[in-house]
């Protein structure tokens, strides 16, 4: 996935920091799709996809800070978003 893809759900963009020396990019975006694990042992509520608005943070990648290599998961509020970005390894700050 790129960041080009991602744009247009961009509602905040903060920094962080990999290995106190390389910088990277966090994404909040908004969707209106809870993906489900797929897997047909779990149960329903979880194996299987809910539509719904959610927030999912995104990570640029160091080397190509072009495209997305990582998800800190999928919340319910924009708030709860917030602060699973805030509390991940490397969060500097919020930049717009």
């Given at each position: 996935?790129?960041?080009?893809?991602?744009?247009?759900?961009?509602?905040?963009?903060?920094?962080?920091?990999?290995?106190?020396?390389?910088?990277?990019?966090?994404?909040?975006?908004?969707?209106?799709?809870?993906?489900?694990?797929?897997?047909?042992?779990?149960d329903p509520?979880?194996?299987?996809?809910?539509?719904?608005?959610?927030?999912?943070?995104?990570?640029?990648?160091?080397?190509?800070?072009?495209?997305?290599?990582?998800?800190?998961?999928?919340?319910?509020?924009?708030?709860?978003?917030?602060?699973?970005?805030?509390?991940?390894?490397?969060?500097?700050?919020?930049?717009?």
């Open positions: 996935m790129t960041v080009e893809e991602i744009k247009p759900s961009i509602r905040k963009k903060g920094i962080g920091i990999y290995g106190g020396t390389t910088n990277y990019d966090i994404y909040i975006c908004a969707g209106d799709t809870f993906y489900g694990t797929g897997d047909y042992e779990d509520q979880i194996a299987n996809d809910k539509k719904g608005l959610c927030f999912t943070v995104y990570f640029s990648d160091i080397l190509n800070p072009d495209r997305i290599n990582a998800s800190a998961g999928q919340y319910e509020s924009y708030d709860k978003a917030m602060e699973a970005a805030e509390n991940t390894d490397g969060f500097i700050r919020w930049i717009e």
